[in-house]
């Protein structure tokens, strides 16, 4: 029997993948620091908040991976190419395929260890919390690469 953890772990696999699929899409690393007229985010920082927010998370509160966040930074302009965001992305890919891997049953079901959004969460609620909104952001980006690129939608990875 599949454990649910596995499941999950696999759909945050295929989602990561997606991710560096849709910055490898790209035609060049500027365009990963572009915004558009209404876009107030690039795909660069959407990437840089989505592997802050899993690291912290998921990585250091169930995986105990030391981290510090520094969620503003997130956010401000960054150099960083392609190949060391996807670089960075495969490694929190590894680190949350494992940590929630190995989370146990009763784990599921206790509390997550912080407050998050004035909420006292399940670890498994919040976990589901975390794939949809970075599902929410990986359209987000999927949406500005067309736009930026104009190019239409790419083959994704699968599970």
Same mark, same amino acid.
Do not use: C
């Given at each position: 029997?599949?454990?649910?953890?596995?499941?999950?772990?696999?759909?945050?696999?295929?989602?990561?993948?997606?991710?560096?699929?849709?910055?490898?899409?790209?035609?060049?690393?500027?365009?990963?620091?572009?915004?558009?007229?209404?876009?107030?985010?690039?795909?660069?920082?959407?990437?840089?908040?989505?592997?802050?927010?899993?690291?912290?998370?998921?990585?250091?509160?169930?995986?105990?991976?030391?981290?510090?966040?520094?969620?503003?930074?997130?956010? @401000?302009? $960054?150099? =960083? #190419?392609?190949?060391? +965001?996807?670089?960075?992305?495969? /490694?929190?890919?590894?680190? !949350?395929?494992? @940590?929630? $891997?190995? =989370? #146990?049953?009763?784990? +599921?079901?206790?509390?997550?260890? /912080?407050?998050?959004?004035? !909420?006292?969460?399940?670890?498994?609620?919040?976990?589901?919390?975390? +794939?949809?909104?970075?599902?929410?952001?990986?359209?987000?980006?999927?949406?500005?690469?067309?736009?930026?690129?104009?190019?239409?939608?790419?083959?994704?990875?699968?599970?």
């Amino acid at each position: 029997m599949v454990r649910l953890q596995d499941e999950i772990a696999a759909l945050f696999r295929r989602d990561l993948n997606r991710l560096i699929q849709e910055l490898q899409a790209l035609d060049n690393d500027s365009q990963l620091w572009e915004k558009s007229e209404g876009v107030s985010n690039s795909m660069g920082n959407l990437a840089l908040h989505l592997e802050g927010n899993l690291r912290e998370y998921v990585g250091r509160q169930l995986g105990d991976v030391p981290y510090q966040r520094h969620r503003d930074q997130e956010f @401000a302009p $960054s150099g =960083l #190419s392609r190949a060391d +965001l996807v670089r960075r992305l495969g /490694e929190v890919r590894d680190i !949350v395929v494992q @940590a929630v $891997s190995r =989370l #146990s049953d009763p784990r +599921l079901t206790e509390p997550f260890p /912080e407050r998050v959004l004035g !909420v006292e969460w399940s670890t498994q609620q919040f976990i589901f919390h975390l +794939l949809a909104h970075f599902n929410y952001h990986l359209g987000q980006i999927d949406y500005l690469r067309r736009f930026l690129t104009k190019k239409s939608a790419i083959t994704l990875a699968t599970l």
